[in-house]
């Protein structure tokens, strides 16, 4: 199903950030908060997917703004862009129950995958780096 339309601000600026903002290239897009000791765990998971050149969305989910640019400045940003779902709102139409969670979606951004839990090296592995690089794939030919 396709990625939910969104108008939410941007963690980091408040710049408005939309679905569209999430087209052209295939991303993980993962839902964290800075209360969620799981999302803490696989935070270094991230660090090192991005490291290596995985696009990587935020929703921060149900979070104060303040709160969650001071963990991303503790424990490093590995998001391309981060969305501001203060509210929950994007995570209600996403069909979240809680943190974290991680979508695949396409470059037209089609959900190709839903990953409930954390990302530790196994499931990226077993899950996730396959599908991921089906869709690079797909996109350079």
Not at 40 to 51: D, N
Request: net charge negative.
């Amino acid at each position: 199903k396709p990625f939910p339309e969104f108008s939410l601000p941007a963690v980091q600026d408040g710049k408005p950030l939309t679905r569209a903002d999430l087209l052209g290239k295939p991303a993980l897009v993962n839902v964290w908060g800075t209360w969620c000791v799981a999302c803490r765990v696989e935070h270094p998971v991230l660090t090192k997917l991005a490291q290596q050149g995985v696009v990587i969305y935020g929703v921060n989910y149900k979070d104060v703004n303040v709160e969650a640019q001071k963990w991303l400045k503790d424990f490093h940003d590995p998001y391309q862009l981060n969305i501001n779902d203060e509210a929950g709102s994007l995570g209600l139409n996403l069909g979240v129950y809680g943190a974290p969670e991680t979508f695949l979606i396409d470059a037209k951004g089609v959900i190709r995958y839903k990953h409930v839990g954390v990302i530790d090296e196994t499931v990226w592995r077993e899950k996730l780096a396959g599908q991921y690089q089906a869709l690079v794939d797909e996109g350079s030919e």
